[in-house]
């Protein structure tokens, strides 16, 4: 887990329940099946340079039935619009897929 979000949780607890309570609503009520929402979710997190989630959501969309190369092209997906952010973010994902 990322230092940052190790640092939320401890400091604010509270808060981070409530949060993890609207990730869970949000992922419980999405029309998408999980692996697809698992891959978009990561796209999003690249798009956003979010590196510290990476491993985590990367494993998550792995034990949901993803394959090497559909996270490779989730990662990919937001090129034209986030650039040499997403190339970037494509060697750290595939280590972690690889390492799951």
Request: zero cysteines; aromatic letters at 6%.
């Amino acid at each position: 887990m990322a230092q940052a979000f190790e640092t939320f949780m401890k400091e604010a607890p509270e808060v981070a329940k409530a949060y993890g309570g609207m990730v869970a609503a949000l992922a419980q009520t999405s029309a998408l099946e999980h692996k697809t929402h698992q891959l978009a979710y990561l796209s999003v997190l690249v798009a956003q340079g979010m590196e510290g989630g990476l491993d985590f959501h990367v494993k998550a969309a792995k034990e949901a039935g993803a394959t090497r190369d559909e996270v490779a092209s989730a990662t990919l997906v937001g090129l034209p619009l986030v650039g040499m952010r997403a190339v970037e973010a494509l060697a750290p994902v595939l280590e972690a897929y690889d390492r799951v």
